[in-house]
């Protein structure tokens, strides 16, 4: 069962410009979600994380948008830069059961200089 | 710091075989977990231990199996291997209140 699904599967965009990623999930009890960044050859990264408490976390030019009564939230990437250029996901899950971290699928972003 | 360290890097193994992979958390992290990463299913959940008990299972079949030692390092475990386990195995550890942190993962392939 595909419980977060994550859109698009591949992104490409100039640098200066503005990446959006978008993931959706189904479980209702989920109430962490953060997002990684993996490059290859390497384990994923937390990027930055958000709790449905809050709307919108930003953190440099990485901000979670969050929609609660949708069950969406989305990552952006503000001035993106050709290191930038990785593979994102996003993730979900109940932090009172334990480090169980649900993935969506990936998008391979790719920043043109 | 030290990170999460997961040896081996590599790997090769033959179909019906077993493997054995290791993994050391940072120091002070009690909870591991292991995923599996593949082109096709992303990264999937295989379990979590904390204090040497498996805290959650994900869903694969019994030929996967885990373990973490009082020192909190934990192996994993894959018998009769299929062409279908060849992955990337990562594992990721933490402690309570903090992110998870991911070594760089065993690469595992089956012929």
């Known amino acids: 069962q595909q419980q977060v699904k994550q859109s698009p599967q591949s992104l490409i965009v100039q640098k200066g410009g503005i990446s959006i990623i978008n993931c959706a999930y189904e479980?209702?009890?989920?109430?962490?979600f953060p997002w990684y960044q993996q490059f290859p050859g390497k384990g994923p990264a937390l990027l930055i994380a958000i709790r449905p408490d809050v709307s919108e976390k930003k953190e440099g030019r990485f901000t979670i948008s969050f929609n609660k009564s949708a069950k969406q939230f989305s990552l952006h990437i503000m001035d993106s830069q050709p290191g930038d250029s990785a593979t994102y996901f996003c993730?979900?899950?109940?932090?009172?059961?334990?480090?169980?971290?649900?993935f969506g699928t990936g998008t391979r972003l790719a920043v043109r200089p | 710091k030290a990170g999460v360290t997961q040896t081996p890097r590599y790997l090769i193994k033959t179909r019906g075989q077993q493997v054995t992979l290791s993994c050391s958390p940072i120091s002070g992290h009690r909870s591991v977990s292991w995923y599996q990463q593949t082109p096709g299913q992303g990264l999937q959940f295989l379990f979590e231990?904390?204090?040497?008990?498996?805290?959650n299972k994900g869903n694969f079949p019994g030929r996967f199996s885990g373990r973490q030692f009082s020192n909190s390092r934990s192996e994993m475990n894959v018998s009769t291997l299929e062409l279908g386990d060849s992955a990337l195995y990562l594992c990721a550890s933490r402690t309570p209140g903090s992110e998870a942190f991911f070594g760089q993962g065993t690469r595992l392939t089956v012929v």
């Open positions: 993730a979900a899950s109940i932090q009172s059961s334990g480090d169980k971290l649900t």
């Open positions: 479980n209702t009890a989920f109430d962490y």
């Open positions: 231990y904390f204090s040497e008990t498996q805290r």
